[in-house]
């Protein structure tokens, strides 16, 4: 007898804390001297390898934030498609650092970045097939299970496929959620990125992806190289980047949206500026479906 699938909750039961911006050490003394009822953020994403092992004032200015505001933890170092085996280590940290600072979920990216004990210190392409998918699933099921809640994997930025893959990404990311559980971070940027580098058509992918998965957005800018695009996160949001935003808050919306912006950062004012954007861009949805 077939069993009917088991139905998943909007942003798979997670709550929707409106607009973020990522935690700077730029911003630090200006979070510290301002009350928080004017920061004018619904939350913070915070670098995970920023704070662990920090006991500085790094620590102490993140556990000021988290007391007024939600956080979340988004880390660079879990290397869920490697074939170098889960650093536990490291994995007991985050758990040590969740149970600090009570985050509403904890994220990474769909990629690996080293094997053989050496870390690229990059979020480096997987190739996309069905040996590729099983290894990392069960990778997701190890990590939940340490971790003791479902992670949430970002669709990366990409510059080269291998030519053994089988899959288009979207595919990949989509079954590896629905097969786990686990949520996805849905970059808009990064879409877009990959699109012209890669030559796919960026609608296709954002309408591909398991929309009840998707709890967190990302917003950021890259960098013109006129043949290619670089992931820098250190421009505002180019204009691509909105109707891809637009199509995604439409198919997975309500959900948190974060903007990124990690060198040539502004001051906190200017981030505000860059994320009430977004907010445009929702109430432009809303009125186009009371004009339609």
Known sequence: ??????????????????????????????????????????????ISENYLDNEGYGMRVLEHVAMHRPVVMHGVSLSIGSTAPLDRTYLAKLRALAARVSPLWISDHLCWTGVGGLNSHDLLPMP???????????????????????IVLENPSTYLAFHASRMPEWEFI??????????????????????????????????????DHVVQI????????????????????????????????????????????????????????ELANARMVREGLGMARVAA
Do not use: K
Request: aromatic residues 6%; hydrophobic residues 40%; proline residues 11%.
């Open 1 to 46: 007898m077939n069993r009917a699938p088991i139905p998943v909750q909007p942003r798979l039961g997670l709550p929707d804390p409106g607009d973020g911006v990522g935690l700077r050490e730029e911003h630090y003394p200006h979070l510290m001297r301002t009350p928080p009822e004017d920061w004018g953020v619904g939350w913070f994403e915070i």
């Open 128 to 150: 996309l097939t069905e040996q590729s998918l099983a290894h990392t699933a069960g990778r997701v099921r190890a990590v939940q299970d340490v971790l003791g809640r479902p």
């Open 174 to 211: 989509g079954r590896l959620a629905e097969d786990t559980g686990c949520g996805l971070l849905l970059d808009v940027n990064n879409v877009h990125v990959s699109a012209v580098n890669q030559a796919f058509d960026p609608i296709a992918y954002i309408d591909a992806v398991p929309a």
């Open 218 to 273: 990302h917003l950021a800018g890259p960098s013109d190289h006129g043949t290619h695009l670089i992931d820098t996160h250190d421009h505002p949001v180019p204009d691509a980047v909105w109707p891809l935003y637009a199509r995604a808050w439409e198919r997975c919306g309500p959900v948190a949206t974060l903007l990124e912006w990690d060198a040539n950062i502004p001051p906190f004012e200017e981030l505000l500026a």
